[in-house]
């Protein structure tokens, strides 16, 4: 079975424009999210980006990555960076690229779930669910995800926090991107809401922390903080 993680990247940003180039360690924050990425049992790990700049800096580091027409989000960005590298990989991983703390092990928690959903995604307790920038999501006891939100849900708690990172059967992968986004996804401005109300089973697989990822540019000092002597 052939997985590929792809990292999608690009130079602006809503809230932190740039961030994917800031500079962490002496090196771009994305690199420390495709060498944490590299470490979980994948055999292949590409930046998928239309930014000539996030391009120079792959190769200035070492790495793999495959120019891509603009997106509206992450998963458009992976599909047109599998479309254009060919092969065949039985799955494949998005991995959003603010995450420089990401845990490898929830890569593979991730694909672990596709033997029971279409697709597979990461969650971990949250203590304050009131930031909108932080994702919530709300299970059924087998794990299917039920609903995602930036607003504190569900009612009372207990909360989890979404991480971003999600594994796709390689066929599932168009039908997402395919998905029409109705009036959820557009409110919250949440992909996977889309592929909920297409019928996609996505299943949560709960582990026991998780570091944030980079939203803002307090998230950014908090990251420098913990990478940085």
């Known amino acids: 079975m052939a997985v590929w993680a792809v990292v999608p990247v690009r130079a602006g940003g809503k809230r932190l424009p740039g961030k994917g180039l800031a500079t962490l360690g002496g090196r771009p924050l994305f690199v420390h999210v495709v060498e944490r990425a590299a470490r979980a049992a994948v055999d292949r790990v590409v930046v998928a980006t239309d930014s000539s700049e996030v391009v120079a800096a792959c190769k200035a580091h070492g790495l793999e990555s495959v120019m891509t027409a603009p997106a509206p989000c992450g998963t458009h960005r992976v599909w047109d960076a599998v479309q254009r590298l060919g092969g065949t990989p039985s799955v494949v991983l998005n991995v959003q690229g603010d995450q420089p703390l990401l ?126 002597p």
Not at 177 to 188: D, F, G, M
Request: with cysteine; aromatic share 6%; net charge negative.
């Open 103 to 228: 845990d490898p092990s929830h890569l593979d928690a991730a694909v672990s779930l596709l033997e029971r959903f279409d697709v597979g995604t990461v969650a971990a307790p949250l203590a304050d669910p009131t930031p909108a920038r932080r994702v919530k999501v709300v299970t059924a006891p087998n794990g299917r995800a039920l609903y995602f939100s930036r607003a504190p849900v569900p009612y009372g708690g207990p909360y989890l926090m979404h991480i971003g990172v999600y594994a796709f059967r390689a066929p599932v992968l168009p039908a997402c991107v395919a998905a029409p986004r109705q009036q959820l996804a557009r409110s919250e401005d949440l992909e996977q809401l889309a592929w909920l109300e297409a019928g996609i089973a996505v299943g949560v697989q709960t582990v026991t922390s998780a570091e944030a990822p980079v939203d803002d540019k307090h998230d950014l000092e908090r990251v420098r903080g913990a990478l940085e």
